[in-house]
């Protein structure tokens, strides 16, 4: 097991290390951060952005790659430079990474669980209302972009409140600053600013999960060993748990890889529109100001979460799929 | 679901109108969409302006069909570009397996690391004033990677057909076997691809303009007029709805007819039927 973990591990921590340096050099080259120095009236001297520039690291006469180097080594004592302003990116990412995990883990386990589960019944319901009504509806779902979705979501909880007369949903950040009060009141004010953000990230994972739960479902229920124990008397229910839902798993690990990459791009909508201070808002502002150590900070974290999903998804073939072991 | 057939007549209904609407909108309307009607600040769909107008006065109509058609070239352009080259890739690595496997393959994951959107909101900006073909490139350049996973799969099991080996021991050169004998195998999946792909274009496309990192005023494209009607999408529906409904649409429509494609050309995939 560990000689079939440990290529796997290896070949992640190259991806890594050589994402974060092609991420540097896309970002050094795409981005101009002199523009931001230099964008104020009035105009400071070019000596000045200069000495500002290369306060923060991002001097742009030496090298990119000596720069990289220079922040590379920084980086790796667990120092990943300063913002643009001066800041610490460490301190930024502190703050911020938190509001992220939470939203991509509520967004992951929802769309996974709640997706798996909408298959299996979609499946067994075969050809009846629930499996029809539930193609059509992950067909519209994944038919809607993830940003007009969140926006729809928005307006929908906007009419939904006003009908109500007071605001249940709320779909601005992620807690109501100053909200003050005994834990049970600070979570339920949290949950009700997660629930919109969350239901954007997880919806479209709930549908395409579904449907390759479905199809994986369906395969399985044409399966010999399922029939077997029906004839020896299992109820289909049990029969499905207990000899059919681990085989309907295995092909789904593929899915949770890639899954999560679509995900990822859909927390980033998430955050920004609904005002989460988190990783993908702080990687859209960062990239308007020409903020390369932000922006760089932000790949790395994408890279370390999706290389966890890639590592996950394996570990969970490893455990659903006894051939894989040997 | 609609079942295939008039699934698939339904979408080419809906995007062979979404395409008169793109092409001719701007000859039909009265009005272009620069234009500035002082005297109808944010007037609803009337008989003067069929959409309505904005806040500034500028016909909803014609900058719908300015923003579409933007968005219907560049899905078009990205859909045949990142297919072909997600083609190649896939078909060189599978078939030749070894070091070009390799090579390609920890390419096709590092593209995969970081995800596409993040890439593209850095570099959007920069390629965007070499022009609409650099710019769509980007979306390409960022949209082939599951694809050529999915054809070094298929290329791996044709290269041991017999007819494939057959053609290797007569002396047939590899490029030439990959175009005359792998290609022609996966023609049915790449097409699919390729209609389903359009619509991830246009997606990425009008996400990218709705957070102000795509096209820049003065042009328009679907997002960035989503984006300047989203705050008035309540006061001013008609503002919000019709660049939307356009885009929700199209992706339908595509959706629509790439599913039914899938199902009539490939039997194998008839249960998993997932759209963009």
Redesign the interface.
Known sequence: MAGRALPRIT?SIA??L??VL??YV??S???CPRAHFEDRTPRPPAAAVDHELAAVGLDDSTPVLARFGHWAWRALHGDLGRTIDGGSVNAQLGERIGVSVRLLLVGTLAGAGLGVLAGVWAAVRRGRLPD?AM??LS??V???????LA?LLK?GA??FNHCLGHTVIRYTGESTPDHKGTWTSQLADRSSHLVLPAATVALGSIA?YS??Q??AT??LLAADHLRTALAKGLTPGRALLRHGLRVSLIPMTTFFS?GF?TL??GS??AE?IFGWPGMGSW??EA??EGDVNS?VA??LF??VT??LAGLLADALLLVLDPRVRR | MLPPLPGALVGLALITLLGLYAVLGPYVSPWSPTDIDYRALSVPPGAGHWFGTNRIGQDVFAQTARGLRKSLLIGLFVALASTAFAALVGTCAGYFGGWTDRVLTFVVDLFLVVPGFLVLVMVAPALRAAGWVAYAGAFAALGWMLTARAVRATALSLRERPYVTAARHMGVRPLRIVRRHILPHMASFLITHATIATAGAVISEAGLSYFGFGVQPPDVSLGTLIADSTEVALTYPWMFFFPTGMLLCFVLAVNLVGQALRRVLDPSAAGAEVPA
């Open positions: 070949r991806l890594l050589v994402s092609v991420s896309v970002a080259a795409a981005l029809h193609t059509v067909f519209l994944l038919s809607v972009p993830t940003f007009v926006l307006d906007l009419s395409s449907r390759y479905r199809a369906l395969d890639f990459l990822f791009t980033v909508f920004q990687f859209l990239a308007q922006v932000v790949c994408s890279a999706v290389l």
